[in-house]
Nanobody
């Protein structure tokens, strides 16, 4: 399975971006998917996930970010609104083989496949 993230860029605070992640190579609708972010000097941290059809978010992103997937197109999306300078990071999409348990959806080690990351920079 290969994941290709895109859609990052530079945006002013308060603006919006939509990240996309194209999946290929044997993906399945039963795969759970997620988005993580990594700022310089920090560990990779959980942003959002779709687990067994339901969406989950880290508290910092509830109400501002929306994760979605289009199984017919093998695409995963992250709509990011009301962006803040502290949202600046490299964003990664991830997927597992469908064995991820709910208590592990926020753990990077729970995912089997990763995209290459896309840079999001929010200016103040």
């Amino acid at each position: 399975v290969q994941l290709q993230a895109s859609g990052g860029g530079v945006v002013q605070a308060g603006g919006s971006l939509r990240l996309s992640c194209a999946a290929s190579g044997g993906t399945s609708s039963r795969y759970n998917v997620g988005w993580f972010r990594q700022a310089p000097g920090n560990e990779r941290e959980f942003v959002a996930a779709v687990w067994r059809g339901r969406t989950y978010y880290a508290d910092s992103y509830k109400g501002r970010f929306t994760i979605s997937r289009d199984n017919a197109k093998n695409m995963i999306y992250l709509q990011m609104n009301s962006l803040r300078p502290e949202d600046t990071a490299v964003y990664y999409c991830a997927a597992d083989r469908g064995t991820l348990i709910l208590s592990s959806i926020s753990l990077a080690r729970g995912y089997d496949y990763w995209g290459q990351g896309t840079q999001v920079t929010v200016s103040s």
